[in-house]
């Protein structure tokens, strides 16, 4: 070809290198020029297809290729084989043109990956909203097959470039291995904590865990190969080293949202200065509270036959059986749990006493509530003690405050 364009040019009076060198910049523009022009072509052509397919299919699998541009990297990838076929054809002689057949090698090996790279990122849309894969950590997989995509296409481009064999750089890469780690140290721990993570199950999308040493405390949005992130109950977003869910403790309350109630531990603290036994005045006002009543005649009974068989002396309350305030009021809010339409009745509720603290006598309330909605729990939760509060008074009992705390005179 170079051949009857230098013998053409001569007969125009051109010398035979100028005109060569001409002929061969003039089919470099125009290669160029076409390869331009098809591609807009190719485009046009591509993204058409793509369109009637979206229209005509029930997937939305081809909608997320064109939302991921596969279809214009593929008019890319037929341009660049076009042009590498012209050079290739009419200039692989030229030992000037061989570095922009490397060039364009190069660039087919990288648009090749960018493709596979859409492909991917668009199996990831679909995967995601599979009901039994949206909560797995699909992306860390995908960016997995990239890092590997990517390191398998760049020794590919520097073979080309350098023209070497691939084996070379592999061994260069097996001597700088030490350095390799290094640099991609928590690329790798993550990867195998991707790994753990879904083999075991520990974290999904949407689970919510509480690490307090990284400040997280919300729903898990992303989890990656490098990092999981956090939405905070504020909408504020932390990110979390993925290496960090095995090295360090964290709550997950899945197993609070998947169960049938959420649960409720709180503490009143009593005075024990106003913890008394209950004379039978005492005990005749407080069977006016229905909820205690049937439980306060039924020990009442059994405590005075047990007295008299015994003979004690009742003189004074500390002989013998006797009720007690705090007695009672464990009773009533236990019977008040019971009685309680937004208590999960299935699971275990109680009121129980705990150990004496310089605060005063623990009451610790354990319960689950049904509504398991953060908003409609502490709503729930709210009621209940606001009512137990209000109740503490009539069993003649004082809660412990922390400033002022005074026994008030009941």
């Not at 290198?17 to 160029?32: D, K, Q």
């Not at 073979?159 to 640099?183: C, D, H, Q, W």
């Not at 004690?312 to 500390?318: A, E, M, Q, T, Y």
Request: hydrophobic share 50%; net charge positive.
């Amino acid at each position: 070809m170079l051949e009857r364009l230098s013998a053409y040019f001569e007969r125009m009076g051109v010398a035979t290198t100028a005109s060569s060198n001409y002929a061969i910049a003039s089919l470099i523009v125009a290669a160029f020029v076409v390869a331009f022009l098809l591609n807009q072509i190719f485009k046009r052509i591509s993204i058409g297809v793509f369109h009637r397919l979206a229209k005509r299919t029930t997937s939305d699998f081809d909608d997320i290729l064109l939302e991921k541009r596969v279809p214009h990297n593929l008019a890319n990838l037929i341009t660049l084989l076009f042009l590498l076929w012209v050079l290739l054809s009419f200039f692989q002689s030229n030992e000037a043109i061989q570095w922009t057949v490397k060039v364009v090698e190069a660039l087919l090996t990288f648009n090749f990956i960018i493709i596979l790279r859409g492909i991917l990122n668009s199996f990831k849309v679909v995967l995601s909203r599979v009901p039994l894969l949206k909560d797995k950590p699909i992306d860390s997989y995908v960016q997995v097959l990239m890092i590997f995509l990517w390191f398998i296409g760049s020794i590919i481009v520097l073979s080309i470039l350098t023209g070497k064999s691939v084996g070379t750089f592999l061994t260069a890469l097996g001597a700088l291995s030490a350095v390799l780690l290094l640099i991609f140290k928590d690329t790798i721990l993550g990867f195998v904590a991707s790994i753990q993570i879904s083999v075991n199950d520990t974290v999904r999308i949407g689970d919510w865990i509480t690490m307090k040493n990284m400040g997280a405390d919300g729903d898990v949005i992303a989890i990656n190969l490098s990092s999981v992130q956090v939405q905070n109950f504020d909408k504020t977003i932390t990110t979390i080293p993925t290496y960090k869910l095995l090295s360090d403790p964290f709550i997950n309350w899945r197993g609070m949202s998947e169960s049938q109630g959420r649960r409720l531990k709180r503490v009143l603290y009593i005075q024990a200065a106003t913890v008394r036994f209950l004379s039978d005045e005492e005990l005749k006002e407080l069977q006016k509270v229905e909820r205690l009543r049937p439980y306060v005649q039924e020990k009442e009974v059994e405590i005075k036959s047990e007295n008299q068989e015994k003979a004690v002396d009742k003189s004074l309350l500390i002989n013998g059986r006797n009720f007690t305030n705090i007695g009672l009021f464990r009773q009533y809010i236990s019977r008040y749990l019971e009685e309680h339409p937004q208590i999960n009745h299935e699971m275990t509720t109680m009121c129980r006493q705990l150990a004496p603290t310089p605060q005063g006598i623990p009451l610790e309330v354990y319960a689950f509530i049904s509504d398991k909605r953060w908003a409609a729990y502490e709503g729930i939760a709210s009621d209940i003690f606001d009512h137990l509060l209000a109740a503490a008074p009539y069993f003649k009992l004082a809660l412990f405050e922390f400033k002022g705390s005074t026994i008030a005179k009941l």
